[in-house]
């Protein structure tokens, strides 16, 4: 039998509310914190009973909105400070690329994936996916895109907003790094962070089991105990389940106990489209109205909204995407009409006016890099100039 008399509240409501999502039928760890019977204390630690009034007055007290809608109103927010978000997707489709604009966005008050408009504050990335110089070349190449730098880096004032904690092989358990950034912010000086960002939350966990609901929700406490601590959003990454999750509604489409999909004031899923390199966006959130679900589309190195097409065509199993065939044709036939080697941004150029494709050039560069085989198959190669410039010719052509 399942004992959860021992679990906390919200271990206990999240324990049986996925029970039937879980692998086996663990009861929750018996480390849980919990507070000891009425006999046994002095005081009373839990905050007072309230009547129903004084409920409602709560409401004027709400915190920022940290995420808000495109006119940065709470018309399509979606997060606020104190809450928690979980960006949930298939692994590599670009999650923590996704977090890194969502850090910047907020460092500089922008626009998150194009769209959702943040409030400006200061945020704490914890990267422990990356090496060093890998999440800085990131960081450098979304900024770009998105406007953030002055010469070679970023605007003075996004720079001093954004803190990076690098702690890839050093540490991966979650107390640890609260009890150490608790102590760090004692500090006077210390960032009020308004996001803290945890990339991803697989490697938090130390020695914990992500498909026990007992000990992720114990997870979550303590995620949103040091949120409402610090008065700071947290976000964090996950993964989706193996196979192909278009038939499972957008909730369940995250690996690991249902709690990690399910505590969260805000559940993000980016589900691959039918169209390449497009994925729908789910928003399920708690404290502001639903979210028609949205396209993004990649254009390399950020994701971008796609409002022509219809977020219901999801990429079904065994069905593969063949979009690249209008744009090798249209490849072809700007090299026959120039008789000539072109170069990339030349072709790529004529081949979107002939195909009247939308997608960015970075999402064309992309689509040619992966289908290299099929233009060899052609008669169509890339070759590089004197000038070192990638050049695409015809076979036979005399370069």
Request: proline share 7%; aromatic share 6%.
């Amino acid at each position: 039998m399942r004992n959860v008399a021992k679990a906390q509240p919200i271990g206990e409501a999240a324990f049986h509310e996925t029970a039937h999502m879980d692998g086996e039928p663990d009861a929750p760890p018996t480390n849980v914190t919990r507070l000891p019977a009425p006999d046994d204390r002095d005081d009373d630690a839990l905050p007072d009973w309230v009547d129903g009034n004084d409920l409602i007055a709560y409401e004027a007290e709400s915190p920022e909105i940290l995420i808000a809608g495109p006119d940065g109103s709470e018309d399509g927010a979606m997060l606020r400070r104190g809450s928690k978000m979980v960006v949930g997707g298939s692994s590599k489709m670009g999650k923590t690329w996704t977090l890194i604009d969502l850090a910047l966005a907020v460092a500089a008050g922008g626009k998150w994936l194009g769209h959702f408009q943040c409030r400006q504050g200061p945020v704490l990335y914890v990267n422990l996916e990356l090496r060093k110089h890998t999440a800085g070349k990131r960081v450098r190449w979304i900024a770009e895109k998105r406007g953030y730098c002055k010469g070679m880096g970023l605007k003075p004032e996004i720079s001093a907003a954004l803190k990076t904690w690098n702690l890839r092989g050093k540490c991966y358990d979650l107390p640890t790094m609260l009890e150490t950034a608790r102590m760090r912010l004692k500090d006077p000086a210390a960032p009020k962070f308004a996001l803290i960002i945890l990339d991803p939350l697989y490697k938090t966990l130390g020695g914990r089991d992500e498909n026990s609901a007992g000990e992720m929700a114990t997870l979550m406490l303590e995620l949103e105990q040091f949120a409402d601590e610090c008065n700071a959003a947290i976000a964090f990454a996950a993964h989706f389940s193996k196979g192909n999750q278009s038939g499972k509604d957008a909730i369940d489409r995250i690996s690991g106990s249902g709690v990690i999909a399910r505590d969260p004031d805000a559940i993000l899923t980016f589900t691959p489209h039918e169209q390449e390199d497009c994925f729908t966006l789910d928003a399920i959130l708690r404290e502001f109205p639903p979210l028609p679900p949205t396209v993004m589309q990649w254009e390399a190195p950020v994701l971008c909204p796609r409002i022509d097409l219809d977020p219901d065509k999801l990429r079904q199993p065994g069905k593969s995407v063949d979009t690249f065939g209008p744009r090798a044709d249209a490849i072809l036939q700007v090299l026959q009409e120039a008789g000539r080697p072109v170069p990339s941004s030349e072709l790529i150029t004529r081949a979107k006016a002939i195909t009247k494709d939308e997608y960015s050039d970075g999402a064309w560069k992309q689509s040619i890099n992966r289908h290299a085989n099929t233009l060899k198959r052609m008669g169509i190669e890339k070759v590089n100039n004197a000038t070192k410039e990638a050049v695409f010719r015809i076979n036979n052509d005399p370069f």
